[in-house]
């Protein structure tokens, strides 16, 4: 199934899912789509395809590690200072 809409529109869902970025994008957009009543009624096959494909072993396995490596690779946030300290 192509993708309608966004930044990977008229691409094939297994294209998408082909590099980290476009699985932590398909991972957001079953959240998004979900996350509306409206939206989940309008793209419900949208929905089931993308379901489909994620939840392919080989799949699945490479969607957790590209959504770890993502938090892992991101800057931590500075220690808060303390009020007393200037």
Do not use: C, T
């Amino acid at each position: 199934m192509i993708i309608p809409f966004g930044r990977f529109k008229g691409r094939e869902i297994a294209d998408v899912a082909d590099s980290d970025d476009g699985l932590r994008y398909l991972d957001w957009l079953v959240g998004w789509i979900e996350s509306d009543d409206d939206r989940k009624a309008n793209m419900d096959g949208l929905l089931q395809a993308i379901r489909e494909h994620l939840a392919r072993p080989e799949i699945a396995r490479r969607v957790d590690v590209a959504i770890e490596g993502s938090w892992a690779d991101r800057p931590k946030d500075p220690e808060p200072k303390k009020w007393w300290e200037k």
